[in-house]
Structures are given as C-alpha cells and as structure tokens.
C-alpha cells in the first residue's frame, strides 16, 4: 500500500499535535472534485481551519496523508469524541440535482456534475441522485482502515449501514459521519456497507 505523505501535508496550524489513544475510524465525504478541500483548509479562517482529517483517498485510490493519524482535529464538533476518532475523507461531491428538462445534473454548489455514468439514485434523506464512489477508492479504503486498524490496535468492526446510531461515539471499529449526524449524508446509499462490513470483519 502506497501512502503520499509529502504532497498535501499540513500545517500544525490545521490541526492539534498531541498524540491520543484512537478507537474508532470514521469514513466520511469531501464534498469536492480533486484537491479543492484541501486547498480550502488552508485558506479558511487565516490559514487557521481545524477541520480536517489525517487522510484522503482520492477517486483514483492513491491514498494522502495531511499528518499523523495519533494527532486530532475538529473535525466532528466534539474535543472528547475527536480525539479518539481517525478520520478518512473520501473525494466524493455527495447528492445531486436533476435537471429535468438539460437530462443533466449538478452539485451541491451548483456546479455542472460531468460524471453522468457514475450518477446512482437511491432516495435518501431528502436526496434522490449522488455521486458514486469507485472500485479505486473502496480498495485503498479496505487497505487504509486494516492498516489503521494494526497501528492503533482499533477492533477490526464495522457499522453496516450510514443511518444514525444513539451513543455511536462508544462503538470501536470503523463507522460513517451519517452514524453520528441525522442531516449528514455521507456515505452516501452508493457506497456498499454490508460488503464493506464483511470484508473489515473477515479479516480478524
């Protein structure tokens, strides 16, 4: 498994540098094409942005670390609950509009979505169209999170599905944002939980 932990690192002013004990690993969306959340971190809030994850997968499966997994941020809006979760964001815009009458569709910020192929629909929480992840991305993430796993000793569970889960925050194992948050939408329905769950499980 190859890691780029030199392109998109960040700076201590992105994140807390104070190693804590990790239990559990939390899948979640970048909600942007490419990079475009990266570079925005570094430009929020003076350069100053502590709402970021130690890892991205990329829809190409390449696998970037932005620091060390032992280290936190804000990323969940909890200091208890982030400092013992890890954080793995996938590059993935998230749900879709139709435009009915183009038969074309466009994102969450209004940006024409050029995927058509990948568009897979499913209602859910209010949304019918999202943006599917890809075979690349599902095996870096399988990879990443085993890995994580062995490094951090975190039990090698799984959540099988991305609806919301009462005192998700004590489970150990590998969850999705949508277990903690009701109005949170990732992963999103493309993303194949039940399988996922059987491949982290079964390698025990």
């Not at 190409?60 to 032992?70: E, T």
């Not at 690349?136 to 490094?151: D, G, P, R, Y």
Request: glycine residues 6%; proline residues 1%.
């Amino acid at each position: 498994m190859m890691i780029d932990d030199s392109k998109y690192l960040l700076d201590e002013k992105n994140y807390y540098d104070t190693e804590f004990e990790k239990r559990q690993i939390v899948l979640a969306n970048t909600f942007s094409e490419k990079d475009k959340h990266i570079t925005g971190w570094k430009l929020r809030m003076g350069g100053e942005y502590k709402k970021t994850s130690p890892f991205t997968i990329f829809r190409n499966g390449n696998i970037i670390k932005h620091y060390d997994s032992s280290k936190y941020s804000d990323f969940l809006g909890s200091k208890s609950i982030d400092k013992k979760v890890i954080v793995i964001l996938l590059e993935n815009q998230g749900w879709l509009e139709k435009d009915l009458i183009e038969n074309s569709y466009f994102n969450w910020v209004g940006n024409i979505y050029k995927r058509k192929k990948s568009v897979y629909e499913k209602r859910w929480r209010g949304f019918a169209y999202w943006d599917s992840y890809t075979n690349k991305q599902i095996e870096s993430t399988l990879k990443l999170v085993n890995h994580l796993c062995e490094i951090h000793n975190i039990p090698k569970k799984c959540v099988g599905h991305n609806t919301h889960i009462d005192g998700i925050e004590y489970f150990e194992g590998v969850v999705y944002r949508s277990n903690y948050f009701k109005e949170s939408t990732d992963l999103n329905p493309s993303w194949d939980f039940k399988k996922f769950k059987e491949l982290i499980e079964e390698k025990k």
